[in-house]
């Protein structure tokens, strides 16, 4: 089966706090991709970051990182001195086959809430 | 702003009507996709069309059809419209490049009321 749990339904932190979101995929695909999403309370989605299965660097985007472990089929988002702007629902997909074609497998989301 | 554009922003309509919601993908993508995002269902994909041809399908119902133009725009026409219908209607596109995995960027949507 190919899934993608985001286990964390809400979290809440204050402003400046580090915050990671857990993001867990289940796939038997060898070469599949991963991504996050950010939906913003004014609803568009905004895509943050792609990853290939393999490419396990980790990645930092200013206050944005990422942690790829394909031992663990985990791909934490983390972000770092939070910001009240950060305050939105993430989302992590995978793109893995199904069949003869490849299928975005979303997770529920994560909807954080960053609070001065 | 990713590039993808969607009109109308929003749409009120009553049930059992019809609406046709458009997008245009970014330039030089020939893939677009359709998501349906509802509060009590997430983000469910729907359809997607690659240079004007139908390439996957997902929970789409019967009422629902979309097409792909040969400038590439799409449009997603609901039918016999049900409260259950009201939601967020989201389009993407991508590159389509054989293989997959390609990121797909998002539209602003379209918020679909049904009263």
């Known amino acids: ?116 | 702003d990713s590039g993808v554009t969607q009109t109308p922003k929003h749409l009120i309509t009553a049930t059992g009507q019809r609406v046709t919601l458009r997008c245009s993908p970014r330039s030089g993508d020939l893939s677009v996709y359709w998501y349906q995002q509802s509060l009590d269902q997430g983000l469910q994909f729907l359809i997607q069309y690659y240079n004007g041809e139908e390439r996957a399908k997902g929970n789409i119902l019967e009422r629902f059809s979309a097409q792909q133009f040969p400038d590439l725009h799409s449009e997603l026409n609901l039918s016999s419209l049900e409260l259950g219908d009201s939601a967020l209607y989201f389009c993407a596109s991508s590159t389509g490049v054989r293989g997959g995995g390609d990121t797909q960027y998002f539209g602003p949507g379209t918020r679909l009321t049904v009263l």
């Open chain 1, 1 to 116: 089966a190919q899934k993608v749990t985001q286990a964390q339904t809400e979290i809440s932190v204050v402003e400046k706090e580090d915050v990671t979101l857990d993001c867990v995929y289940e796939t038997r695909d060898t070469t599949y991709y991963l991504f996050w999403y950010k939906q913003p309370p004014s609803g568009e989605l905004v895509f943050l970051i792609r990853r290939n299965s393999f490419d396990e660097q980790n990645e930092i985007s200013g206050r944005y990182s990422w942690n790829f472990q394909k031992s663990t089929s985990s791909f934490n988002f983390t972000i770092t001195a939070s910001q009240v702007v950060d305050s939105a629902v993430y989302f992590c997909a995978l793109s893995a086959r199904a069949g003869n074609n490849r299928k975005l497998i979303w997770g529920l989301g994560t909807s954080l809430a960053v609070n001065p």
